[in-house]
């Protein structure tokens, strides 16, 4: 289930968030962890199951979702939470369209290669 980022989950997202490659430092990963949390185009969900152990973050205009971050606990990796966490974003905003930025661009190309080829 994808639920939308409150002050309590903060310590688990920013340790979701710090596997990103351009989140290692601690003062870029506060700055972005204030972003979600004050600028209203910024949004970040979490994807629970018994525990919180995935995350995506996106920047959100009018049409657009663009994924800035996408993270999954490394002990839940390679269980499709990763795809299924952009899938039901796109099942959460319909109207809207979901692309990548250069950061999560690799993991989408993957996303999108392996419906092509269903
Ligand atoms: C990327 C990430 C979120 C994928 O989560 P996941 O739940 O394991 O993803 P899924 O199970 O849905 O899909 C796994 C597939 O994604 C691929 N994948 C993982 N990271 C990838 C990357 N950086 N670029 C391209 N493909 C990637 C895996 O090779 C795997 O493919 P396989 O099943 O053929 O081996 C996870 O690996 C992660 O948290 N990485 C660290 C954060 C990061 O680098 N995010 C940006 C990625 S561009």
Known sequence: MLIRYKKAFEKIAMGLLSFMPNEKDLKKLQQTMKQYETEENWQLYLWKEEDIIGLIGVYKTDEILEV???????????????????????????????????????????????????
């Open 68 to 118: 800035q971050h996408v993270s999954v606990n490394p002990s839940h990796r390679h269980e499709g939470i990763g795809k299924t966490m952009v899938k039901t974003l796109k099942e959460m905003f319909p109207d809207h369209k979901i692309v990548p930025n250069n950061q999560t661009a690799a993991f989408f190309e993957k996303c999108e290669r392996e419906v092509e080829e269903q």
